[in-house]
């Protein structure tokens, strides 16, 4: 998108943003790619090396835990290296003055809440919980990280089962709280955010079209064309860390 043209969409953006009465942003891979957590679906990405059938599922989980947990350490490598970028620190910016009812993020790093966002839902989890899959009892995250290679899987010391993080595979249904935290802030909507996804992943991606389909506007903030085309009211090409704070900026000024 030239410069011209990126800054009128801008303008166009803000415009819809400030006339709303709530907001609200769903982001993805995108917001996060910035923070050095890559997204796992582009080439390159982390299924390229891994099997998401072999690491990322309940199944996976169940028939060969040390594989999985493998996988899940270089994941939370990832995530604990990780820091809120420009994207993350704009919304929290948007939330802070009053303009933003909060984030549904399909990521589960928690770098929207470390930018200092309030109300965030974890559309897919996140890799700060985590519990027993033997007994359900919970277990402190930061205990993931200092298991040593020959420790994995990590197990339950009550029970013996094996511990997971509270995110969801594939496969797995999304936990109703998130179902309906989000449900009632794309409900209560009329202008929805989207950043850094591609829109292919359901349920989530429904949320956009939920808010559409009463009226309400769509803002589509990705580098790539997505399953959103034709939805967006405003599309605006661009890196999430850069094209966001840009538009937080113009709506607050």
């Known amino acids: 998108m030239a410069d011209a043209a990126l800054t009128e969409a801008l303008e166009d953006a803000a415009a819809l943003l400030r006339r709303a ?45 040390a594989r999985v947990w493998t996988f899940l ?9 990780a820091k809120p970028n420009p994207a993350h620190e704009a919304l929290a910016r948007l939330e802070a003055a009053g303009r933003l009812s ?9 770098l929207h809440q470390a930018a200092g966002s309030a109300n965030v839902v974890e559309y897919h989890g996140g890799v700060r919980h985590f519990f027993c899959m033997g007994c359900g009892a919970e277990h402190d995250g930061a205990l993931a990280r200092l298991l040593p290679p020959q420790a994995l899987p990590w197990r339950c010391e009550d029970c013996g089962g094996v511990v997971r993080p509270d995110i ?31 829109g292919e992943v359901a349920p989530a991606n429904l949320l956009p079209r939920e808010v559409k389909a009463r009226g309400g506007g769509v803002v589509e903030i990705n580098l790539t064309e997505s399953a959103y085309k ?20 113009r709506v607050l000024s």
Do not use: C, Y
């Open 230 to 249: 034709g939805l967006a009211d405003v599309r605006l090409k661009g890196r999430a860390e850069v094209v966001l704070p840009a538009l937080i900026e």
């Open 73 to 81: 350490r270089e994941v939370l490598t990832m995530v604990d290296a």
């Open 168 to 198: 969801v595979f594939f496969g797995e249904a999304i936990a109703l709280d998130a179902l309906t935290k989000s449900g009632q802030l794309a409900l209560a909507a009329d202008v929805i955010v989207v950043a850094g996804t591609s």
């Open 102 to 110: 909060g984030v549904i993020t399909q990521n589960i790093d928690g």
């Open 21 to 65: 009465r709530s907001v609200v942003a769903l982001t993805g891979a995108g917001v996060s790619v910035a923070s050095g957590i890559p997204d796992f679906r582009s080439p390159g990405g982390v299924w390229e090396r891994h099997d998401p059938m072999a690491v990322a599922t309940a199944q996976a989980l169940a028939r060969d835990p």
